[in-house]
């Protein structure tokens, strides 16, 4: 989720529990956009920002230790307890926004580096921002019933993700009564609650399509063949971008074009194969000898 909505559910949780407490204020935004400090692996390159971006930081365990470093440090300004509390569900709830989309938070993190997530929101969530912002404004305008505002906001969002995770479970069961399959994999479209993306494998054939629940259609709308039997392939694994990349996919797919003077070699996460412009993908070039020209990832 986008820095913005993250400060904004920050602000949400201060005036709906300490509207008269402004170093609060202070608080929750740092502790609702500290986890994405993560974000500075970028200088390190996209494939290693991908990789890093929400591991330890978007851990149970930061979620403790930092919580109780910002409020030893906002003790003397709102007290111990109050603090803690503050940085605690604002940090938690930056974890929890993440976990529902699908991009996955290694949450477990550090006892188990697997991502997860509830896969019900895309990443970028209007219908989550706007209620906040209009919360944010709304109490700014009639502060004296700023308090109830932001919580009827919080609690219109959370009905928000409640909803969508039983739109998702209505897809999924459509799914699986019209295509045969070992894993079923349903994702979000951006803005939409009765059409999903979906991705189903069996053996060694993925299919991506969408699922409409209004409609009750599921439609099919590629095919992909997961036989990697060109060397190149194989050659590619060894590149650091494609090792970074390998990390964080959860369907990867290979495929291999060959031109007259050099060989591209480009992964795709099947995962986001529903999105435009080949997103989540990482692509390794090389000369006819098998020297790497150049390697690089798109986000």
Known sequence: MDPITHSLAGIAVKQAFFNKKNIALTLAIIASILPDIDYITKIWGTDVLLRYHRG???????LV?????????????????KAFFIAFVCYGLHILFDLSNQYGTKALSPLDWNSYGFEINFIIKPWVSLPLLI???????????ASLIALLSLLLVTS????????????RALLKKNIDANIYKVYPLPNDFLTWSFLTKSSNEVAIGIVDIFSKRV?????????????????????????????FASFPYAEVIREDKRIIVIWRDLAYAY????????????DLN??????????
């Open 219 to 247: 439609v099919k709308v590629e095919l992909f063949k997961l036989n990697f039997t060109d060397p190149m392939i194989e050659l590619s694994r060894k590149n650091k971008v494609i090792e970074n990349f390998l990390y």
């Open 65 to 81: 230790l930092i919580s109780l470093i910002l409020a030893f440090i906002f003790k003397n300004k709102i007290g111990f307890i």
């Open 275 to 286: 999105m435009a412009g080949n997103r989540f993908s990482a692509k390794v070039i090389y």
């Open 135 to 145: 919360s944010f404004i709304a109490g700014l305008i009639n502060k004296k019933k």
């Open 56 to 62: 330890i930081t978007h851990g149970f365990l930061a």
């Open 160 to 171: 928000v993700f409640v909803s969508r995770y039983f739109f998702q479970q209505e897809a």
């Open 290 to 299: 098998g020297k790497v020209i150049d390697a690089g990832f798109r986000i």
